[in-house]
């Protein structure tokens, strides 16, 4: 289990870092989505470990955004107190990079959203295809033995998801 979880970590974070945005939440849904395989299916046969894994990390991944936007609603509703150390810092006040931006956030932030949302609408072997080729860069042949298919198998569904998610996602 070590070995598996030491070959997947910079992969996975690599995942959850360009999801969420920030290395140090990535790293904890990381490790949580970790904690989990290990203490919930390490008993399951080592061929079953990664799709698990990534599974667990999906919807970890999803969960922190859903508690991020009803943080943001909250917020929104309540604002910000006036005795907020924040808006006297001037680091917090500070121009971060154009990522960093609440108009650019916001704009990936719901990329994400329309991606996911079409990517969940996709069926199941699809969906695998698209998150195993294109999410975590496997070559055709590891993705074949990941889902239990041919290489032409995993080809004909990553085809049929792109072209299903381009019908729905148009120019995004």
């Not at 999906?58 to 909250?74: L, M, S």
């Not at 990517?119 to 699809?126: A, D, S």
Request: aromatic fraction near 6%; glycine fraction near 6%.
């Amino acid at each position: 289990m070590d070995a598996f979880l030491a070959g997947i970590e910079r992969r996975a974070y690599q995942m959850a870092r360009y999801a969420i945005g920030d290395p140090d939440e990535a790293l904890d849904l990381v490790q949580d989505a970790m904690i989990k395989l290990v203490t919930s299916y390490s008993e399951k046969p080592e061929a079953e470990w990664q799709p698990l894994f990534f599974r667990i990390l999906k919807n970890r991944i999803i969960d922190h955004q859903r508690r991020g936007n009803v943080r943001r609603k909250v917020m929104a509703v309540f604002g910000r107190r006036s005795d907020d150390e924040d808006e006297y810092d001037p680091v917090a006040l500070a121009p971060g990079a154009e990522s960093d931006q609440p108009d650019r956030q916001v704009g990936i932030a719901e990329n994400i959203e329309l991606l996911e949302v079409a990517v969940g609408k996709l069926p199941e072997r699809q969906q695998q295809a698209f998150m195993l080729r294109t999410v975590q860069e496997f070559n055709v042949a590891s993705t074949a033995e990941i889902m239990g298919c041919s290489e032409g198998s995993v080809k004909t569904h990553l085809s049929r998801a792109l072209q299903k998610l381009r019908e729905q996602l148009g120019d995004y």
